[in-house]
DNA sequence: TGCACTTCTTGCAGAGTCTGCAATGACTGC
DNA sequence: GCAGTCATTGCAGACTCTGCAAGAAGTGCA
């Protein structure tokens, strides 16, 4: 989308995506600020690459699918992997190597974009995990608030890793939770 | 601070910090919409309940104090907890209740809150906590970053976790890290 | 009392994000 | 040629937040 791309580059250009205004964008990308807010919900949107935008529910199922007899933060690694390859976050095309320096420049910018999803989803997950774990509702035990949370980080300083580092994703996931399972 | 009380209550009977502008948080509070931003730099500020933010630089100070041959997670693990408590949060202040209340009805807000230092305190924790480790900057070694990110969702959880079942943050907090050290 | 100084509050104008509504024009199928 | 759909747009407006300058109120001092 020429939208995105436009706004990338001024992003870069103006040192910040809040140096840059849905006007200019707008301009830029030949189109009306009007059509801009059709395409993207918020100007932040404009600066993200997932094409599938994971919902709590999808993520919860993808645990579900999990063998029962699976240690549970084995199942839960495997999660986060698929959230990871579905995400794109492994495509390299060309078109996002700009958006690559963007995000490695503004790092703030990767957690803004996520905020809003992931509360929820982690809220989500929580609760499947401890239904999973037979025992009650998420709230008589930390254990899984603090493995989601665990995982989210796993996630977090893989791809922050792997942005000065490329190396596959899962490989980095996979260490990120050798270390979590077998201890800090 | 009664702005602070106004704007709470009028969340709790709105909905949501979203419902509500900062028109009528100031109209309630008896002041002008100008005055509320001379005391909050955002809307979302009047729902903090932090006497006292930590700066990053704060917090790598804390670290540093640590003695260098405690275990690196527990010594980070001890932060934390200095962090927890000077930031009020075992405040039970009946002032507070009711903030408390809309923390329970909009977990998200907690997290939007702590976004803007978040990623900045995070950063330059995983710097110090590679410095500690000898080795060179974060970049080359997962375990930094990951530490601190373990360490953010641990807190989160102890957190999210008292805020159905009151105890000491600081023994929720020990727990959770029993279980990061130990292994997941 | 009168004068300067500071602090708090306020109004005003304006930038910027985002929404709802209605109009226009292009394209599609029949 | 006509109806229906869809993308685009303008317009008006709500809302957050900022800079500036003007008042109001209090404080210390001669």
Redesign the pocket.
Known sequence: MQIRGAAVRLALEHGGP?E????QI?QAA????????????????AFSLEPHQWTAEEIVAELRTRPADEPTAVAVREVVKAMASAAGFDDFAEEWELLQELYRRHPELFLRLRMDQVDRTMAALADEIAVRLGGGAVGTDLYPTLLVGAAFAALQAAENHRRTNPRPLDELIDEAFDLLIKGL
Chains 1, 2 share one sequence.
């Open positions: 809040d840059v205004t849905v006007e707008s030949d189109i009306s600020p009007r059509t801009f807010f059709n395409y993207f919900p918020t100007k932040d949107a």
